[in-house]
């Protein structure tokens, strides 16, 4: 079956530059979902998007946006990156609407490195 | 969404059901309780989520209790490649989409040899 896509898998980049990274959800799913997980620590919410209008925000910083597009793919862009933003960014994509459809599924990630 | 205790670890021995307990006293009648996992800097995999009754799939079991204070997930023949973090997450489902799974802790299940 096929899973949530997640591009780049890895992604290094120098301190105060930008970064995009997308994912595509299951096809047919209409939500998208962004989770942010540093060393060591558990996944954190950042941002939800449904049927391209965000339905959720968490605790993402500022310099961070996000949006969902036509087809239903999302894309993460965040600028002026800090040390700190060092982690793993998952995506999650669902299909809203009932119970047992609301079920999330996650990408394999990206992992972003700020040097 | 109601807040969940589980045990930070466990061990348990390949080839016998692996019992994982949740406690979440405070759930709501209209939360659901959602069990996922994580293999080492993997994403999340869903494994089984239920409501009230008892939920059965090809990875596992969900026991709720009947005043849905607590929950068991069982894996019932552990593997080594069962070894991950368990988390347990309750949550209101199928509100207008969008809603954020909350992680907290989970147990680290260690399958031995």
């Known amino acids: 079956a096929a899973g949530v896509i997640q591009s780049p898998r890895h992604l290094i980049k120098e301190k105060r530059e930008t970064a995009t990274l997308k994912c595509y959800p299951i096809?047919?799913?209409?939500?998208v979902y962004w989770y942010q997980q540093g060393p060591g620590q558990d996944p954190q919410f950042l941002i939800s998007?449904?049927?391209?209008?965000?339905?959720d925000k968490g605790s993402i910083p500022d310099r961070f946006s996000a949006q969902q597009f036509s087809d239903y793919h999302s894309e993460l862009n965040m600028s002026s990156l800090e040390l700190g933003d060092s982690a793993l960014y998952f995506c999650?994509?669902?299909?809203?609407?009932?119970?047992?459809?609301?079920?999330?599924?996650f990408g394999p990630g990206t992992r972003l490195t700020v040097l | 969404d109601a807040k969940t205790t589980q045990p930070t670890s466990m061990d348990c021995a390949e080839g016998r059901a692996a019992n994982l307990p949740c406690n979440h006293s405070?759930?709501?009648?209209?939360?659901?309780v959602y069990w996922y996992r994580q293999i080492h800097s993997q994403g999340p995999q869903y494994i089984i989520h239920?409501?009230?009754n008892n939920e059965t799939n090809e990875m596992a079991s969900l026991i709720i209790t009947e005043d849905r204070k607590s929950s068991t997930l069982i894996l019932p023949h552990a593997t080594l490649r069962d070894t991950a973090v368990y988390y347990c997450?309750?949550?209101?489902?199928?509100?207008?989409?969008?809603?954020?799974?909350?992680f907290g802790g989970g147990t680290r299940l260690m399958v031995k040899p």
């Open positions: 999650a994509s669902s299909l809203g609407g009932t119970a047992f459809t609301d079920t999330q599924y």
């Open positions: 096809p047919r799913h209409d939500t």
């Open positions: 997450i309750v949550r209101v489902a199928y509100n207008n989409a969008g809603n954020m799974l909350t």
């Open positions: 405070t759930i709501s009648g209209n939360e659901y």
């Open positions: 239920g409501l009230k």
């Open positions: 998007f449904y049927e391209k209008m965000q339905s």
